[in-house]
């Protein structure tokens, strides 16, 4: 989601979602919602309001410094499980949904991305101490590069019963269910303002590619919004995807 524009869409879009797919739990990346760069209490609290059950996140998570100390606090917002020990938050966890207990981790590429430790590995590890507890678990995997994400889904493979991508507000079509039974998308797309630049006013952006210079970016308020999602059908036994269905809703006033 980018700023209001995108937390207004979801208040309108979740409800409807989850009762068309009958959706038990709603998982959302919100590094982008308070202003178009990262998130606050309020504007956390605004998702949970609105249906989210839990808050994934990426490279803006600490751009609001304040955010830190409810980072610590909730356990139902994470960070990229990768950033270098002793930052706030943390980047893995569960909660319970109609009944299910479902793992959540968050890890975020290194490929044209800030400096964080190695993914793989990050992964590796956490998603076995996931798996102790739960045979469901979902991953986001915050990355630039399609290539990084895809490698570290093939990587996963049958150890996670969904891993979707994240970061660059554009949605893919290469939803699909991996051999080993996990589903798998390469960017779940942006919920948001559709004009401008991915989220942002174009003035400012276009500025910074054509001259170098730029002011601080402001996100988009005019013109329509869209709604970007991935419904996946998992079964609780053996944690497998049975289906995914990509969503994408435009022309939203």
């Known amino acids: 989601m980018v700023g209001s524009p995108g937390r207004d869409t979801l208040k309108r879009c979740v409800p409807l979602v989850r009762d068309q797919y009958h959706v038990h739990a709603c998982i959302a990346n919100g590094e982008n919602v308070a202003g178009g760069f990262g998130l606050t209490a309020q504007t956390a609290d605004e998702l949970f309001a609105t249906g989210v059950d839990f808050i994934t996140s990426g490279n803006h998570i600490f751009d609001k ?13 994470l960070r990229p499980a990768n950033y270098p020990p002793g930052n706030p938050g943390r980047g893995h966890g569960t909660f319970v949904a109609d009944g299910t207990t479902i793992g959540v981790l968050n890890v975020m590429g290194r490929t044209f991305m800030p400096p ?25 995997v915050h990355a630039e590069a399609t290539s990084e994400k895809v490698a570290l889904a093939r990587f996963l493979d049958g150890r996670a019963s969904a891993i979707y991508g994240t970061h660059t507000h554009v949605q893919t ?13 390469s960017d779940l797309g942006m919920t948001g303002p559709t004009d401008g630049v991915i989220g942002m006013e174009q003035a400012a952006v276009l ?9 601080r970016f402001s996100v988009e308020k005019s013109g329509t919004k869209q709604f970007c999602a991935a419904v996946v059908r998992i079964d609780r036994s053996s944690g497998h995807a049975v289906e995914i269905k990509r969503i994408f809703q435009r022309g939203i006033a």
């Not at 410094?65 to 917002?77: I, N």
């Not at 079509?173 to 998308?185: S, V």
């Not at 500025?207 to 002011?215: C, E, N, V």
């Open 116 to 140: 964080v430790d190695d993914p793989f590995r990050c992964a590796d590890a956490l998603i076995d101490e996931l798996r102790a507890q739960t045979p469901v678990v979902i991953v986001d």
């Open 173 to 185: 079509a290469d939803e699909q269910i991996l051999p080993g039974g996990t589903a798998y998308i």
């Open 65 to 77: 410094r304040d955010f830190k100390t409810y980072l610590d606090s909730s356990d139902r917002v």
């Open 207 to 215: 500025d910074r590619f054509i001259t170098g210079l730029s002011d």
